[in-house]
């Protein structure tokens, strides 16, 4: 069981997707804006689109805060998926849609995301031991709230156009 | 021009860039690192983490709101 927070991601034509990082359902929901307002944090510098909305259980208005600010380039298609392990080896993927081009390293279609950048390495490092807000630590998992442990790859995606 | 390192060098590259004692933002090692002109150094972070060699948190400044992410020896 898990408890799932999302980001509505929009990009420069004004399409929209939506990423989910699980929780165990421990997750306290009263600590639901700053958990949520944190992985904003690590999240919103890794994207050319803008952050527009997030929650768990009730949708926070991002506006005033990471955007909408996406830029023209920002295409919703364009994404890093990354793969993470969890407990027990089973996969965690997350795929950041408008994924700014300057974090991937490598050319033509095997393009990696740059695991140096500390950008990266804030959000990496976020997913798999947690944030730390005012001494709280903010932990992600996968859907069936088992602890992610490791990285396996990052690389260049490409998605589907949702809206 | 310098040699490339072997990966074995490169792991202690970023080892011995971190302190001793305490903890160092990771932007701050790793522009020490990238100076030293073996930035491939900073790609063994995370297996060093896995290794239980060094430590790594992600904390949020409650002022800032912005992440910072701290290396510290095991």
């Given at each position: 069981m898990a408890t799932f927070m999302y980001f509505t991601i929009q990009d420069g034509d004004n399409d929209k997707s939506t990423i989910e990082i699980p929780f165990p359902n421990s997750f306290d929901l009263s600590h639901t804006a700053n958990a949520?307002?944190?992985?904003?944090a690590v999240i919103n510098p890794?994207?050319?689109g803008g952050l527009k909305a997030?929650?768990?259980?009730?949708?926070?208005?991002?506006?005033?805060?990471?955007?909408?600010?996406?830029?023209?380039?920002?295409?919703?298609?364009?994404?890093a998926q990354f793969l993470f392990r969890v407990v027990g080896g089973f996969p965690k993927i997350l795929n950041l849609p408008t994924f700014i081009e300057t974090f991937f390293t490598g050319g033509g279609s095997e393009k990696t995301?740059?695991?140096?950048?500390?950008?990266?390495v804030d959000f990496v490092n976020a997913m798999e031991d947690g944030l730390t807000v005012n001494s709280v630590l903010y932990q992600p998992s996968?859907?069936?709230?088992?602890?992610i442990v490791s990285t396996e790859s990052a690389v260049q995606h490409w998605g589907r156009n949702r809206s | 021009m310098p040699r490339n390192l072997t990966v074995s060098e490169q792991v202690e590259t970023l080892y011995n860039a971190v302190p001793t004692s305490g903890e160092i933002p990771y932007d701050t090692l790793a522009t020490n690192v990238i100076a030293t002109g073996n930035k491939d150094a900073l790609n063994h972070l995370f297996p060093l983490k896995r290794q239980g060699r060094l430590n790594v948190r992600t904390e949020i400044n409650p002022e800032t709101g912005k992440p910072t992410t701290y290396v510290s020896r095991a």
């Amino acid at each position: 069981m898990a408890t799932f927070m999302y980001f509505t991601i929009q990009d420069g034509d004004n399409d929209k997707s939506t990423i989910e990082i699980p929780f165990p359902n421990s997750f306290d929901l009263s600590h639901t804006a700053n958990a949520v307002a944190a992985f904003g944090a690590v999240i919103n510098p890794l994207l050319n689109g803008g952050l527009k909305a997030a929650g768990i259980r009730l949708e926070i208005d991002l506006s005033a805060t990471w955007g909408p600010t996406s830029l023209l380039i920002a295409d919703i298609q364009e994404q890093a998926q990354f793969l993470f392990r969890v407990v027990g080896g089973f996969p965690k993927i997350l795929n950041l849609p408008t994924f700014i081009e300057t974090f991937f390293t490598g050319g033509g279609s095997e393009k990696t995301v740059d695991m140096t950048a500390t950008e990266v390495v804030d959000f990496v490092n976020a997913m798999e031991d947690g944030l730390t807000v005012n001494s709280v630590l903010y932990q992600p998992s996968d859907y069936r709230g088992a602890d992610i442990v490791s990285t396996e790859s990052a690389v260049q995606h490409w998605g589907r156009n949702r809206s | 021009m310098p040699r490339n390192l072997t990966v074995s060098e490169q792991v202690e590259t970023l080892y011995n860039a971190v302190p001793t004692s305490g903890e160092i933002p990771y932007d701050t090692l790793a522009t020490n690192v990238i100076a030293t002109g073996n930035k491939d150094a900073l790609n063994h972070l995370f297996p060093l983490k896995r290794q239980g060699r060094l430590n790594v948190r992600t904390e949020i400044n409650p002022e800032t709101g912005k992440p910072t992410t701290y290396v510290s020896r095991a």
